[in-house]
């Protein structure tokens, strides 16, 4: 089984920063796509940004240019740095990978964390 543990959030000052990590583990054949999402109260989920498994990067208009993706392929973990926060980035956010758990020929799932949030005040 694999599982998706996130860390990293907690409360921060507009214009602050946090990085989130998100670890895959359980047995793991490859890690795809890998992605954050968020859901702020009263919203449907949102997606911040993706990235592919060669390192290619996609990002929600809202956070172009604060927040950067990031992946570590041999420590199997995802990254968020968000930086000049703002009070409407407050959210739940959940790390999500593409993943081939298992052997070569296992078929590719999608996984969710539980979620970590990000608090976003002064």
């Known amino acids: 089984q694999v599982q998706l543990v996130e860390s990293g959030g907690g409360l921060v000052r507009p214009g602050g920063s946090l990085r989130l990590s998100c670890v895959a583990s359980?047995?793991?054949?490859?890690?795809?796509?890998m992605g954050w999402y968020r859901q702020a109260p009263g919203k449907q989920r949102e997606l911040v940004a993706t990235?592919?498994?060669?390192?290619?990067?996609n990002y929600a208009d809202s956070v172009k240019g604060r927040f950067t993706i990031s992946r570590d392929n041999i420590k199997k973990t995802g990254y968020l740095q968000m930086n000049s926060l703002k009070p409407e980035d407050t959210a739940v956010y959940y790390c999500?990978?593409?993943?081939?758990?298992?052997?070569?020929?296992?078929?590719?799932?999608?996984?969710w964390g539980q979620g970590t949030q990000v608090t976003v005040s002064s």
């Open positions: 359980g047995t793991i054949f490859m890690i795809y796509d």
């Open positions: 999500t990978a593409n993943v081939r758990a298992g052997t070569w020929s296992a078929p590719r799932e999608d996984y």
């Open positions: 990235i592919t498994s060669g390192g290619s990067t």
